[in-house]
């Protein structure tokens, strides 16, 4: 186990997200930018198996993210917040979340960073029956994906506006 697994695992096995926040105050050579960046890697695994621990995570970069000098660390704290509100149903929440990471990406300059939360809103906006917004949103993300040479962000911009179709009846929009 490296160094950062350690750490994290150490993070995670605290029992919420106030532990989390105690544990990391007595270790301040955590309060940086690549905490943010490994624990943003941790909730990625964590997130599909066990959304307490998840949960911790997030909890864990806001905290962090909080105290360090980096718009990103920050934008990353709000992804991860969002992400864990979709994931929970509070949808207006992860809508709330997302919007704040992606005004920090825009701001820097992350067009890709910023296209991928705008992806990630989707769903939200979806479940609330959004779907003009969503399409707006998607048209948007996928131009910047193409822009940049990614048909894999473009392909999944695609499979969720196909998705808001499935949901709105139309089935033939869907399979195109």
């Keep these: 186990m490296t160094v950062s ?4 695992d150490q993070l995670v096995r605290c029992p919420d997200g106030r532990a989390a926040e105690r544990w990391l105050q007595t ?3 955590l309060v ?6 490994r624990i943003n890697d941790a909730f990625a695994v964590a997130v599909t198996a066990d ?5 911790r995570l997030a909890t864990a970069a806001r905290w962090v993210a909080d105290r360090v000098d980096d718009p990103r660390s920050k934008a990353i704290a709000a992804k991860l917040g969002g992400h864990l509100s979709w994931l929970t149903g509070r949808y207006e929440e992860a809508l709330e979340r997302y919007s704040e990471a992606k005004s ?3 701001g820097l300059h992350l067009d890709r960073d910023a296209a991928n939360i705008s992806l990630s809103s989707i769903q939200s906006l979806i479940y ?3 779907y003009e917004e969503a399409a707006e949103v998607a048209a948007s993300a996928r131009e910047v994906f193409r822009e940049h040479d990614d048909p894999l962000g473009a392909a999944r911009v695609d499979t ?6 499935h949901r709105q009846d139309r089935p033939d929009e869907a399979l195109r």
Excluded: H, Q, S, T
């Design 5 to 8: 697994e350690i750490w994290i």
């Design 32 to 37: 940086n930018a690549d905490a943010v960046e």
């Design 27 to 29: 270790k301040p050579d």
């Design 104 to 106: 920090i990406f825009d």
């Design 128 to 130: 609330l029956g959004r």
């Design 160 to 165: 969720n506006e196909a998705n808001a179709f």
């Design 51 to 55: 959304i307490e621990k998840a949960a």
